[in-house]
């Protein structure tokens, strides 16, 4: 047997983490087990799916590295099908037309919740509750599914293990609608029978659905597909993951500064793990990854890690990709990179200090910056004695690294003074700032111009 396996996303807003996550334990299996990867759009809400959900989906899966290789397949293109295979099912008994109308359906629902009772069809319609009804001429039909009222339906899930449900808990639910779209259960099940798929891997949520999709297939005399339901994503708090949790967007962690592959080890450990590792390609995942080290209980999405994982990728990433990345970062912040030392070597110098590209672009900052505030940097009388020593040093020094740190110990040692005495008040008089990388590599890459002008502004203006 080929595994095969699918995404189904509705196209009615963003690809959110929950999805992305889907998306790649389903893309993972089939790449684990050799087989083929479907996407398929699932537009049958018409008031809501919009080709620019359809196109942020494609691009945050294309972003994610989740390549596909059949598709992507539209439901509304297969409305044909869908008839086709209700009216098979009409004429083998195992659905019917029911002409049900709205208020008649809203007025059962209402006397049900009175009463106390769950909200479901009565079943009027069916064949064997229908003789010598006329059907209204002013009521178009929808399809229903004659549920087997009696027995129950289960499955060995994947990641679950043994799942049930009493048939009586089940009312007959509609396959087609009056216009002749389909219901999700149906069209799921139509799709995934002409698309044969083997594994369906998708969120818990949809464990409810399953009892609903086995009996369709039964009916068609179909094999089942083995169903694993992976846990939902809950935020630090324990609710549902949703926006008051920060960025639910895919695409909107690109905006933010995220790298595609730490998202996806992020993503990929949410809800599932190989051992205790943490980092690891995509080459990795996909050779690691089984349903059977899926938890059954939901994940939580902890942004801290996933800024911890960031920078990991960040420090290894090459310095010519990083430099693109910040570059545009750093015209938001109004400076020109080309006007200061390569941002290649700033980014080599200062990647490790950040978690995000907006972080790193803050880290260059300090070279490219036309001026500094030194004002908040307090110097005694011998330090600042030493400082009027390293600028006169500096003066003629080879501008390379290794030979400012040496001027820099040797000020230090005929001062009689400590490295930090004279290390800190250099590092603020020259960046503005406390925290630097190592300052002989900030001033190498600051310049020998920049470098004397700005001890000179300090030490000078008294």
Not at 248 to 275: C, D, F, K, M
Not at 338 to 350: M, Q, S
Request: hydrophobic share 40%; glycine share 6%; no cysteine.
């Amino acid at each position: 047997m080929k595994v095969r396996t699918r995404f189904a996303p509705s196209p009615t807003g963003y690809l959110h983490i929950g999805g992305a996550r889907t998306a790649l334990f389903s893309w993972a299996y089939a790449r684990r087990h050799a087989g083929a990867f479907v996407l398929r759009i699932e537009d049958t809400d018409l008031e809501r799916s919009t080709r620019e959900s359809v196109d942020a989906i494609l691009d945050g899966l294309k972003w994610l590295g989740i390549d596909w290789d059949e598709g992507p397949i539209f439901q509304m293109q297969r409305l044909a099908r869908y008839r086709e295979v209700a009216e098979q099912l009409i004429a083998a008994g195992h659905a019917y037309y029911d002409y049900m109308s709205r208020e008649e359906l809203e007025s059962l629902r209402t006397e049900q919740i009175q009463k106390g009772e769950k909200p479901r069809y009565d079943g009027r319609w069916r064949p064997e509750r229908a003789k010598g009804k006329k059907p209204p001429a002013n009521v178009p039909p929808v399809v229903r599914f004659r549920t087997p009222e009696e027995g129950e339906v289960g499955w060995n899930d994947l990641v679950k293990g043994l799942i049930s449900f009493p048939n009586a808990e089940l009312d007959d639910l509609v396959l087609l609608r009056a216009d002749g779209v389909p219901t999700y259960n149906f069209g799921v099940v139509v799709d995934d029978i002409d698309m044969d798929i083997t594994h369906v891997i998708r969120g818990d949520d949809h464990v409810s659905n399953t009892p609903r999709q086995i009996h369709i297939f039964d009916a068609l005399k179909k094999q089942l597909p083995f169903f694993a339901h992976v846990p939902m994503i809950l935020g630090a708090d324990g609710e549902r993951l949703s926006k008051r949790h920060g960025a639910v967007s895919v695409l909107q962690y690109r905006e933010e500064g995220y790298l595609p592959e730490a998202l996806l080890n992020y993503l990929a450990r949410l809800g599932w793990s190989h051992g205790d590792e943490e980092i690891f390609s995509r080459d990795q995942l996909v050779s690691w990854f089984d349903l059977k080290h899926v938890s059954r209980s939901a994940a939580q999405f902890d942004p801290v890690k996933l800024a911890w994982i960031n920078q990991q990728y960040l420090k290894g990433a090459p310095d010519a990709r990083l430099a693109a990345l910040v570059e545009p970062e750093l015209r938001k912040r109004g400076v020109q990179p080309g006007a200061g030392p390569a941002l290649e070597r700033v980014v080599r110098l200062v990647k490790e200090r950040a978690s995000s590209i907006p972080q790193l672009a803050d880290e260059a900052m300090l070279f490219y910056a036309l001026s500094v505030d030194a004002h908040g940097a307090v110097v005694d009388e011998e330090p600042r004695k030493a400082l009027r020593t390293l600028k006169a040093r500096l003066v003629s020094v080879p501008w390379e690294r290794a030979a400012i740190n040496d001027a820099i110990k040797e000020v230090v040692k005929s001062s009689g003074l400590k490295m930090p005495q004279v290390a800190m008040p250099l590092r603020h008089i020259v960046t503005g700032r406390s925290q630097t990388p190592s300052i002989d590599a900030v001033l190498e890459l600051l310049g020998r111009e920049r470098v004397l002008t700005r001890l000179a502004q300090y030490l000078e203006a008294d």
